[in-house]
């Protein structure tokens, strides 16, 4: 950030501030959030997170929970808090697209935006830019605009736990190519500084319902067609069966990976057939640039080896439109 002297000037007087992330937040986007609400209470700010819809539910235990707002359940407090705000954080996302109807309420508004990101192609909507898509998470950036701006020690035990899990859940538990020495740097002083790993991760990750076991057994067993001859694999899901097992906010989160984990398999695709649209997540490995498949194809983006996107075709059209442009690829994909 080049203006980060300007920034910091905003802030040593006391704001209103709204912070906002994109549709349907992960761990990423509600723990930079919310690592990101705590640091600025601390200075002594009128702060309030207000997310476009609902999250997982293995998120609701981050401190700070009980305080956000979801746009569609108070959408009179939400408009009111954005037209009355001094200054915006949008967190994790970098086109007001990505936050549904709020985004023209957050371009609307006279508030200073800040745009802390780690996504290619930024749509230049913010007066302040935080963005580098080598980080492994927005929490990454959080916490280095947090040091950048000389207040490393206001990061106390809530802070810490929330950045935490924004960068433990973005970097696949520090697997992914972007997890870099510096960000195990980062971990060890959160660690420091209080967040208690094997606890984060086990909020996370050892939450299933005995529900969505039963529907990860079913979409690997009877969903997943896999592709040996371009190391490809795709599941797909209809909404009987997301009906069926009362699948909820977070439950398919994840999934894709699991195509992705079979030995020999560079792509793996999931989709999700939510009823008004299909929502499409892309993973790869190596090289492969599933967000180039994801812009091309599905008006989607984001990350070379994780990325999503959107279809307005029928279910079935969209699986067959997939196997339509694999060939488009495969000589890339036997690599």
């Known amino acids: 950030m080049h203006n980060i002297n300007e920034l910091k000037s905003l802030l040593s007087e006391a704001k209103k501030i709204v912070i906002t992330t994109h549709h349907k937040p992960d761990g990423d986007a509600m723990g930079s959030s919310l690592g990101l609400y705590h640091f600025l209470l601390s200075l002594g700010h009128q702060v309030h997170l207000v997310t476009p819809s609902d999250y997982p539910y293995f998120l609701?235990?981050?401190?700070?929970?009980?305080?956000?707002?979801?746009?569609?359940?108070?959408?009179?407090?939400?408009?009111?808090?954005?037209?009355?705000?001094?200054?915006?954080?949008?967190?994790?996302?970098?086109?007001?697209?990505?936050?549904?109807?709020?985004?023209?309420?957050?371009?609307?508004?006279?508030?200073?935006?800040?745009?802390?990101?780690?996504?290619?192609?930024?749509?230049?909507?913010?007066?302040?830019?935080?963005?580098?898509?080598?980080?492994?998470?927005?929490?990454?950036?959080?916490?280095?605009?947090?040091?950048?701006?000389?207040?490393?020690?206001?990061?106390?035990?809530?802070?810490?736990?929330?950045?935490?899990?924004?960068?433990?859940?973005?970097?696949?538990?520090?697997?992914?190519?972007?997890?870099?020495?510096?960000?195990?740097?980062?971990?060890?002083?959160?660690?420091?500084?209080?967040?208690?790993n094997s606890r984060i991760h086990e909020l996370i990750y050892d939450t299933n319902t005995e529900n969505r076991l039963k529907f990860l057994g079913h979409v690997l067993s009877q969903k997943m067609v896999i592709m040996t001859e371009i190391n490809t694999a795709y599941i797909y899901i209809d909404q009987e069966e997301l009906k069926k097992y009362q699948i909820v906010t977070g439950d398919t989160e994840g999934i894709v990976n699991y195509a992705l984990s079979i030995n020999g398999i560079r792509f793996a695709i999931l989709v999700v057939d939510r009823g008004e649209a299909r929502k499409l997540s892309f993973r790869s490995k190596g090289e492969f640039p599933a967000n180039e498949v994801a812009k091309k194809y599905f008006e989607g983006g984001g990350h070379r080896n994780a990325a999503g996107g959107i279809s307005f075709l029928s279910l079935s059209e969209t699986v067959a439109k997939i196997k339509s442009i694999l060939p488009e690829f495969e000589e890339m994909l036997k690599q």
């Open 60 to 196: 609701h235990w981050l401190p700070g929970n009980s305080e956000v707002i979801d746009f569609q359940i108070q959408a009179d407090k939400s408009m009111q808090l954005v037209t009355e705000a001094d200054l915006i954080f949008c967190t994790d996302f970098n086109a007001l697209s990505r936050i549904g109807a709020l985004g023209e309420l957050v371009r609307q508004s006279a508030a200073k935006k800040v745009m802390i990101d780690h996504h290619l192609e930024p749509e230049g909507f913010e007066d302040f830019t935080f963005w580098d898509v080598r980080a492994c998470a927005a929490a990454e950036l959080v916490y280095r605009l947090i040091v950048t701006l000389g207040y490393g020690h206001h990061i106390d035990k809530d802070i810490a736990t929330c950045l935490y899990t924004g960068i433990m859940t973005d970097s696949g538990s520090f697997r992914f190519p972007s997890t870099s020495a510096e960000v195990h740097r980062i971990i060890a002083d959160l660690i420091d500084k209080g967040a208690n």
